[in-house]
C-alpha cells in the first residue's frame, strides 16, 4: 500500500482506540453505519472490548467505559487489560 502521507513516507497505524459510554451503540455505529467488520472481541460488562477492522489494513479497538492510565516514562497510555498481562 502507498503512504499519502508526502512529509513521513512509509507513515501508517495499526489501531486506533477509544472509550465508548455506550459500547453497543458505538459498535453498532461503525459496523451497521460505517462498514467496520467485528474480528475479535473479549471481556464483558464494563470491561467489554471490540476490535473492528476498517478494512483497509487499520483497526479500531472500542473499550466499554475503561479508564486507562498514562505512562510518563514511556508516553504511551496502557489499558487495564495490558496491565494485567
Not at 42 to 58: M, P, S
Request: charge should be positive.
Amino acid at each position: 500500500m502507498m503512504s499519502k502521507n508526502e512529509k513521513i513516507p512509509g507513515c501508517g497505524f495499526h489501531h486506533v482506540a477509544l472509550r465508548a459510554n455506550d459500547f453497543a451503540a458505538t459498535v453498532a455505529f461503525y459496523t451497521e453505519g460505517l462498514g467496520f467488520v467485528r474480528r475479535h472481541g473479549w471481556g464483558e460488562g464494563a470491561k467489554e472490548v471490540a476490535l473492528l477492522d476498517t478494512g483497509d489494513g487499520n483497526y479500531m479497538e472500542i473499550f466499554a467505559g475503561v479508564r486507562v492510565k498514562f505512562c510518563r516514562a514511556a508516553r504511551i497510555f496502557i489499558s487495564p487489560f495490558a496491565q494485567a498481562m
